[in-house]
Each structure stands twice: as C-alpha cells, then as structure tokens.
C-alpha cells in the first residue's frame, strides 16, 4: 500500500499569488505546494482523497492512471473544486466513479455539480458519480477506511485511518482544528499520521504546527508528517527545528505503508 501526497498546501497554494516573500520565491520545489489531497494504492484499487482545484495538474504529476473511487473529507472549495476533472476516470471505468464523503458534504457537492448528480439530465462523457454516504467504517479492496470526525471551525470535517490485514497502517487529517480523545485513541501507535499543521500563528479552523506536534507526540505516531501548510513555513529551515519522527510534509511524497 502506498500514499502518495498530491497537495500539501493551504486554500490558495504555495506560491501565493501576489507575493514575493522567501517561500514564494523559493527554489526548493518542496516550498511548491498545490492545494491538499492524496492518492492510495494497494494492488488493484486506486483512491483519491480529495480533488483540489489543482487536481488535474496532480494526477498528470503523478502518472494516476485509474481511479476506483474519490474520497472526500469535507465540501470546501480547496479540496473539491477538481471534481470535474474526474470525468477521464468516469468514463474508462464505464461511466461510473464511486464518491465517498458524509451526507452534508455529499449533499454540497450535489448543489455544485447537480449536472453530474442529475440522472434525468447527465451525460455519459462527463463525471458519473455514484454517491456512497460515509456513516462508518467501509472496505475497498483490501483497505478499511474508518471515518475520523474533527472540527474545522464551524462545521466537522472526516480524516481517515486506513487499515490493512487487520493493522492500521497510516491516518490522514488534513484539516482540522483539533483532534478530540476519542479520535486520539483510534491514532494511538499510529505509523504514519499525516495532519494538518497549518502556520506558527494561532488559527480558528486549523491547528499550528506546534499543536500538531503535541498531538502527534500524545497519540505516540511513529512518523508524524505536517500538511497544509502556507506560504509562511520555509521547508528546509522548519524541518531542522522539528523533534525526531516528526517532518513536514511535501507535494510528491510517497509513503509506503
């Protein structure tokens, strides 16, 4: 199985537009961050986490030749605004694409793209989702995905914990202001925890990379990495201060779980 890190950036990407400061004009291709999301493989299956606006570019990176599934861990622009771009995998898989998200979010992505979820109305050559609401643990292919409920602000976004043979093998937390004791205890002894650890600065809807590291240390995750990250955060500079097994996370990381 393996995880591979499409996006590691925050809403508006890393450069930022505008703006020349050390990140922005860094010739470190691990301060390039397309907006967040993730691409899972394990022998025939094939899932992405997310569809970020940056998706097309994304899976052109990473060579993602298929798709058995889209995943979703919340309706904000940054992490669904590429669902269109999934109609190349519809249309191979048959004009089907599985879609995976809790029922607020599949209803918001509903609203958005209504002519996908119209079946009075779409067409064949588009995205032809085939919506499955997320209400707890579910199997694709050898991997159970179990639903990790956290806030983001005023609404709850769904991390998830990916299980294998009966082990869990890695959990995936993007975005999320804080991780509550009862998620706490399904990340004890994690491997590999990825999660949000947006800037230095306090924020309403996202955790600081300290935070995420206090976490990381209380859940005893054996390799922690940082995602989410702005245009504040200089790779090379913060990954030296950071405690052992914990790392910032970067665009084209692949993890082996």
């Known amino acids: 199985m393996r995880l591979t890190l499409l996006g590691t950036g925050t809403s508006q990407g890393v450069p930022l537009l505008t703006c020349r400061c050390r990140v922005c004009t ?3 291709p691990r301060d390039r961050r397309f907006r967040s999301s993730a691409w899972l493989e394990d022998e025939n299956l094939s899932v992405v986490i997310d569809t970020s606006p940056d998706f097309r570019s994304q899976a052109l990176r ?8 889209a995943i979703y861990t919340h309706s904000h622009a940054d992490h669904i605004a590429g669902f269109d771009d999934l109609r190349t995998y519809s249309v191979k898989n048959g004009n089907r694409i599985p879609v995976y998200a809790d029922p607020f979010t599949l209803s918001r992505l509903h ?3 209504d002519y996908a979820f119209d079946l009075n109305h779409r067409s064949s050559a588009y995205v032809c989702p085939e919506p499955h609401r997320i209400e707890g643990p579910f199997t694709l292919g050898a991997i159970t995905f179990t639903p ?11 991390g998830f914990r990916f ?18 004791a009862p998620i706490r205890n399904l990340l004890r002894d994690i491997p590999v925890l990825i999660i949000d650890g947006l800037r230095e600065e306090p ?21 922690t990495f940082l995602t ?22 970067y665009d084209g990381l692949q993890l082996d779980l």
């Open 148 to 158: 990790l409920p956290v806030p983001h602000g005023t609404m709850t976004t769904t």
């Open 62 to 69: 990473a060579g993602i030749p298929r798709l058995d599934a």
């Open 26 to 28: 860094s010739a470190d």
């Open 228 to 249: 989410h990250l702005t245009h504040l955060t200089l790779h090379a500079e913060r990954e030296a201060t950071l405690p052992p097994g914990i790392h910032l996370a």
């Open 203 to 223: 924020h309403p809807t996202h955790l600081t990379i300290a935070q995420a590291i206090d976490i990381a240390q209380n859940v005893r995750a054996q390799k």
């Open 111 to 113: 609203q958005a793209y």
């Open 163 to 180: 299980d294998r043979d009966g082990r869990a093998r890695a959990a995936y937390l993007p975005d999320c202001a804080a991780v509550p």
